[in-house]
């Protein structure tokens, strides 16, 4: 199957910084990514739909300006949590969209001290 | 709208022995339906899915599921387990459209006991 790749996988930052999570599909065009964050032993959550060239989707009660979406090629989006937070700290995973198909990046474990 | 529900938040099971995962969707169009595994820190890998046609489905691992629709279900079996099987389960459903989104259940914790 396509692959999806998250950059870094694991993140420590300090609190009031910026984080930027890179993804990736690795051997397909994506104009279509998704956003989740995954607390412990829960589920994934959608945070925002990502289009290729367009403002992300955002679902309801995800702050948008605190977690910027970037989606600037069919193989790259961005995630940037800005002035991260203790709170903002858990596994964030991407995922990309190939037809009828979605393909999960291996995630990003922040962490914010 | 879609909803989906894994009754078993949790399933231990003793190694060789036989498993099924329990999961039932609601919707009010048609959906594609899918499995997915979830080991520690990692993640989310397809199992297997449900597109069309043959309403049971093998997938990686061993794993299979059967779509029944009158009972809006999609349960996932493995007739013998291993260790290397604990894992995160999500069942989700996503409708037809292309703008339409993967719903999730709230996963199943798969336990396996030597």
């Known amino acids: 199957g396509a692959v999806v790749s998250q950059h870094p996988s694991r993140v420590i930052c300090k609190s009031g910084t910026s984080v930027k999570i890179e993804c990736r599909s690795l051997d397909f065009q994506a104009t279509t990514m998704f956003w989740y964050r995954q607390f412990p032993k829960q589920s994934l959550m959608l945070m925002a739909t990502?289009?290729?060239?367009?403002?992300?989707?955002?679902e309801q009660g995800v702050e948008k300006d605190k977690f910027l979406i970037n989606h600037a090629s069919l193989t790259l989006s961005t995630l940037t949590v800005t002035s991260a937070h203790p709170e903002d700290s858990s596994f964030y995973i991407c995922?990309?969209?190939?037809?009828?198909?979605?393909?999960f990046g291996p995630g990003t474990r922040l962490t914010v001290l | 709208a879609q909803s989906v529900t894994q009754l078993d938040s949790q399933v231990p099971v003793f190694e060789e022995a036989p498993v099924e995962l329990r999961c039932n969707y609601s919707?009010?169009?048609?959906?594609?339906l899918f499995w997915y595994v979830q080991y520690p820190n990692q993640g989310l890998q397809l199992l297997l899915k449900y597109l069309s046609g043959s309403t049971l489905v093998k997938g990686i691992n061993g794993f299979e599921a059967e779509f029944n629709k009158s009972q809006t279900s999609f349960h996932l079996r493995k007739p013998s387990v291993h260790i290397s099987d604990t894992a995160e389960y999500f069942c989700?459903?996503?409708?037809?459209?292309?703008?339409?989104?993967?719903?999730f259940g709230s996963g199943t914790r798969l336990s396996i006991r030597p």
């Open positions: 919707s009010s169009v048609s959906v594609y």
């Open positions: 995922s990309a969209r190939d037809q009828n198909e979605q393909f």
């Open positions: 990502s289009n290729e060239g367009s403002k992300a989707t955002y």
């Open positions: 989700a459903v996503r409708g037809y459209s292309s703008a339409s989104k993967i719903i």
